[in-house]
């Protein structure tokens, strides 16, 4: 099965082309931004055309969330626009799409577990444009899994470990956010569970949730994080009320994943056995 990644150069992109490299999966093609330009359909349909895929995975997102609040319309030329380019990319070339989104789509104001039929009521620009994504998507398109993801890190690009690991290096003290909850989710485990719905077969499309196992708040996280390093930093407890930021973002996202587990069989691993790799492997 021919898969072409769109995003590749991204925390996502990097991780399937590892886990590719690891899994022996060597019929992928991880095209540049230029070739595989979202935004750029004559671009794409020419890449669809060379490649002939049976499976489009779509990394790409634009997912600077305070900054969007600013940048309103790029933000949703890429989170929109492009997704429902690839979309019909995909459904006039006979492809199946997955489509990676986002725990933001919600508003995530009650301690509850969030299932994909919860209604979505995204709180910041960048959780907009990635549920009108989703929607664009399912307008144009049958074959397609939307995989909504949360708190993603690994060993490549930037993400809360990496800083967390860097700033606990050159400082003594941080202030970090306690009251909000949500699943951290190693990249590496997200592209294993994308190959794994690839290689079921599957036509069970839709939307799927996906994380790591428990819930936990960001100060907790960076606590887990500096133990598992051995990194001798004080963390100081902050409030969201006290750290204001362009965008709103959800009290509590975490999300239920009942679903994408009974239907592929997936074993999901819990936060900090995965972080526990990912802080091996960065070290």
Known sequence: MKIVVLGASGQLGNC??????????SDI??????????????????????????????????????????????????????AENIAKACQQHDATLIHVSTDFVFKGNVPQLLSETDSAEPENIYGLTKLEGEEAIAAVLTKHFTL??????????????????????????LGVIIDQAGSPTYAI????AIFNIIN?????????????????????????????????????????????????RPAYSVM????????????????TDSLKVCISRLS
Request: with cysteine; proline share 3%.
């Open 148 to 173: 909504r993801t949360s708190w993603l890190y690994s060993e490549f690009g930037n993400n809360f470990v990496k800083t967390m690991l860097r700033l606990g290096k050159e400082r003594d003290e």
């Open 200 to 248: 079921s077969g599957s036509s069970e499309y839709g939307i799927y949730h996906y994380s790591n196992e428990g819930v936990t708040s960001w100060f907790d996280f960076a606590k887990t994080i500096f133990a598992i390093s051995n990194t001798d930093v004080y963390v100081k407890p902050v409030k969201t009320v006290e750290y204001v930021t362009k965008a709103v």
């Open 16 to 25: 399937l082309k590892k886990v590719a490299e690891e899994t022996g999966i």
């Open 256 to 271: 239920d994943k009942s679903k994408i587990k009974n239907t592929f069989g997936i074993k999901i691993p819990y936060w």
């Open 29 to 82: 093609s991880f095209p540049s931004e230029k070739d595989g330009n979202i935004l750029e359909p004559e671009l794409l349909n020419l890449l669809f055309q060379k490649e002939k895929p049976e499976f489009v995975i779509n990394c790409a997102a634009y997912t600077a969330v305070d900054k969007a609040e600013d940048e309103i319309d790029i933000c949703r030329k890429v989170n929109r626009d492009g």
């Open 189 to 192: 485990d997200l592209a294993g």
